[in-house]
């Protein structure tokens, strides 16, 4: 594989960052369906009933009552065509839209292909549903996914069978096709192709001391048993295949961290890994350094490796950095301060080292990621920047060779853009905004054509949330609207002026509802300042009765790097939310100030304040509800979350105990110093010692006064197991009860049965079915 090549910055929003292979501290997290004996005995004291009717409203048999709750709608390869699906399942239908005529022909059916995958050893008992992936007009071929697996149909005689799995390629091969590069030893060979002879590239690679290549993840350890596991190697090619633009990267004293898998299966005794994994706020972490090597004459024996004039990089995340050649042979290359003081975007010729700044942003008191985004934009003979420079997250245009730090503000107001689809030569762009259409829900999405001179224009004014999809030419908008509790309607539109073409689908919830089940409600209020809208979601037990009173729990994650409240009807309904209410109580979800992509005043609170941020928006907001629905019993408060959720779950109980009874906290990162270091440095940026300490869980553990359960699974690679285990030492050394559950070779992501027995009887016995 290449080194990441994508002109748009990992800043651009926290998706981008997952792509960057920087992971996320995840949304607070849903429940697997239970299923097996556990799912329906009585455990942890929850009756046999209770369990039967949470598991009606799991997520997964909710979802199997909406028909067309995603169409999965995409353009073909050729650019002519869209391909999507229709009906329930084991009825379903594939189409196929001609974007020239917008006609529409059936391509198969699930009727249809049941019986093929049959014929290949599936299992259809109950039908099966396909999920479209191409579709070749040439061939007429149509391939989809089923089970796992993908599967090639030929329309013309009726033929299926199972795709060819691409069998994955050794090293990096040049465009020519003469050489693949390979990685041994933390040292770059490179291997030609016709006779399998290899030529060492680089020699002095260690293991603090590497070529190419990150460092492992404990998962990818564990899995492999092994502490260096097979890994790509990060190297890109020139076009010419003349040169190699890679990295290196040094240990540079970063603290090695070590595991335990007290468990692992097959053998009886535990195995223990060391890693590196750096630390926010440490002193001494990672650096990665730009390289460039002369193919021909590493080949001839003679020094070939040279480093660009270009600064290190801190690694925050073993993640490769943002270093790419462009189009003309240039090395592109986004660097950043430790702390996001500063961010640059640099491009150096190759031959000489020589280098330029081309973008720069420093902001005070940083550069925030999800409010920043760069983009190389060749078709307007410049670069497109996402920037905050006005305290909301605006588009610039900066031509090139002008003032790095400058560039012409293409859209303006309180509002933020959050990512950009489509740029055609000499315009429109075409970017994703939120909170510029008056009387629309802040969070919700919309689709803008921007025009150099500043003109905008609206591509899906519904007052709905749009998820949309750009053509690869920026010609055609597949539009998948809804909100919270409307279902979604996917449509067909033209990108010059946003009108619809074409209606695909609309899903029916109608046997949802004929079950009994409660659609979420959006509630709104304003925070202290009377003018600041704070928003949240509802969800209430199916047939639930106003007369009487219910325990409130809350879903918790308060960000910083993105927000809570979901704008989309997929987001909201099939989730477990509803699952827990069935057990007999109102869930919430709640964004409070603190939170990404409503402009930088309403995020600041959150600045080095992440012990405080938001717990006292989110008590205003349930004191709201109260005020409207007397059925909420806020003496009976609870909340959960995982992973920063986590986090804010037992600050939450722990900061404000009187109000927060009771707490689950799963994956947390409790002390923000124990986690990696990209995360929390977005926010907490280079704090000294003191107000690190006052950000930590650890330092308020005394304060406990109800009931806290700490979750973390033995093997996480995000956010080590040490966190909760140094949560559960200070709460011991302070003489305070509380559970401690260690889920054995479970990662960060610790959704199992046992994980939602454990959660909903714990607020059952201590918060519904209280004494």
């Known amino acids: 594989m290449s080194l990441r090549s994508s002109r748009l910055t990992a800043f651009a929003s926290v998706a981008a960052l997952c792509a960057f292979a920087l992971p996320v501290a995840a949304p607070a997290q849903t429940v697997p369906t239970p299923s097996g004996p556990t799912a329906v005995s009585e455990v942890f004291g929850v009756p046999t009933s209770a369990r039967v009717q949470a598991e009606r409203f799991s997520a997964a048999n909710v979802r199997a009552l909406i028909t067309d709750l995603d169409l999965r709608a995409k353009f073909t390869a050729d650019g002519q065509g869209v391909i999507y699906r229709t009906g329930a399942k084991g009825a379903g239908r594939i189409w196929r839209v001609d974007l020239k005529t917008s006609g529409v022909s059936e391509l198969a059916t699930e009727a249809t292909l049941t019986p093929l995958l049959a014929a290949q050893g599936l299992k259809t008992d109950g039908g099966i549903e396909v999920s479209p992936s191409q579709y070749d007009r040439d061939k007429d071929i149509l391939t989809f996914y089923a089970a796992g697996r993908e599967w090639r149909y030929e329309r013309t005689t009726g033929k299926l069978s199972a795709a060819e799995r691409v069998p994955e390629e050794t090293g990096v091969l040049s465009p020519d096709g003469k050489y693949r590069v390979i990685s041994r030893n933390y040292n770059l060979w490179l291997v030609e192709v016709a006779t399998g002879r290899e030529t060492a590239v680089t020699t002095d690679g260690v293991y603090d001391r590497r070529y190419g290549q990150n460092y492992p993840q404990l998962g990818d350890i564990v899995a492999a048993n092994s502490e260096t596991p097979d890994m790509r190697v990060s190297v890109q090619w020139s076009g010419d295949s003349k040169r190699l633009l890679t990295y290196r990267l040094d240990r540079n004293g970063s603290y090695i961290w070590h595991a335990v898998q007290p468990n692992p299966p097959g053998s009886h005794f535990p195995r223990t890994f060391s890693y590196v994994y750096p630390n926010a706020g440490a002193k001494d972490v990672p650096q990665v350094y730009p390289v460039v090597i002369d193919a021909a004459k590493a080949l001839e024996g003679k020094p070939a490796l040279t480093l660009p004039d270009l600064p290190a990089q801190s690694l925050l995340w073993p993640g490769d950095p943002n270093l790419w050649f462009n189009e003309a042979g240039k090395i592109v290359y986004e660097w950043q301060a430790r702390g996001y ?53 605006q588009l610039y245009f900066l031509q090139n060779g002008d003032n790095p730090s400058g560039g012409k503000a293409l859209t303006k107001g309180e509002w933020e853009v959050t990512s950009i689809s489509h740029v055609a030569k000499g315009g429109p762009i075409l970017i994703t905004g939120i909170g510029r259409e008056t009387g629309v829900n802040p969070y919700f999405r919309s689709l803008y054509k921007v025009m150099l001179d500043g003109k905008i224009v609206n591509l899906t004014p519904e007052p709905l949330d749009h998820d949309t999809t750009v053509s690869e030419d920026g010609e055609w908008i597949i539009d998948r609207m809804s909100t919270p509790s409307e279902p979604p309607r996917t449509v067909l539109r033209r990108a010059s002026d946003g009108v619809i073409v074409l209606e695909l689908g609309r899903a029916d919830h109608s046997a949802l509802l004929a079950a009994g089940f409660t659609l979420p409600e959006v509630f709104e209020t304003t925070a202290e300042d009377g003018k600041t809208k704070l928003y949240g979601t509802i969800y209430r037990p199916a047939h639930f009765d106003p007369t009487r009173t219910y325990p409130v729990i809350e879903n918790v994650y308060t960000g ?160 080590p197991v040490a966190a909760t285990l140094r949560l559960s030492a200070a709460l011991t050394a302070a003489g305070k009860p509380h559970d401690l559950v260690i889920l054995p070779n479970t990662p960060h992501n610790v959704n199992q049965p046992y994980y939602w027995n454990r959660l909903t009887g714990y607020f059952y016995q201590y918060l519904i079915e209280v004494k």
């Open 560 to 719: 910083p790097t993105t927000h809570r409240f979901a704008e989309t009807y997929g987001g909201n309904v099939p989730t477990n939310l509803a699952a827990l209410a069935q057990f007999g109580a109102i869930v919430v979800i709640i964004d409070g100030k603190g939170t990404s992509q409503r402009g930088k005043a309403f995020r600041m609170p959150a600045w080095q304040n992440l012990g405080e941020v938001g717990i006292d928006d989110h008590i205003r907001v349930l004191k709201a509800m109260k005020a409207k629905y007397l059925y909420f019993d806020l003496d009976r408060v609870g909340v959960y979350g995982g992973s920063a959720g986590g986090y804010d779950t037992a600050r939450f109980v722990l900061r404000r105990p009187d109000f927060y009874k009771v707490g689950v906290a799963s994956s947390g990162n409790h002390d923000l110093r124990l986690d990696k270091a990209w995360w929390p440095e977005t926010t907490m940026g280079n704090a000294d010692d003191a107000t690190w300490e006052k950000n930590s869980n650890i330092s308020v553990a005394g304060n406990l006064k109800g009931h806290l359960m700490l979750i973390h699974g033995d093997i996480d690679d995000n956010v």
């Open 341 to 393: 003081t500063e961010v640059k975007l640099f491009e150096a010729d190759p031959a000489t080292g020589k280098t330029q700044v081309r973008v720069r942003e420093a902001l005070s008191p940083n550069v925030y990621v999800t409010s920043t985004a760069m983009r190389a934009a060749p078709e307007l003979g410049g670069y497109l920047i996402i920037s905050e420079r006005s305290n909301w997250a």
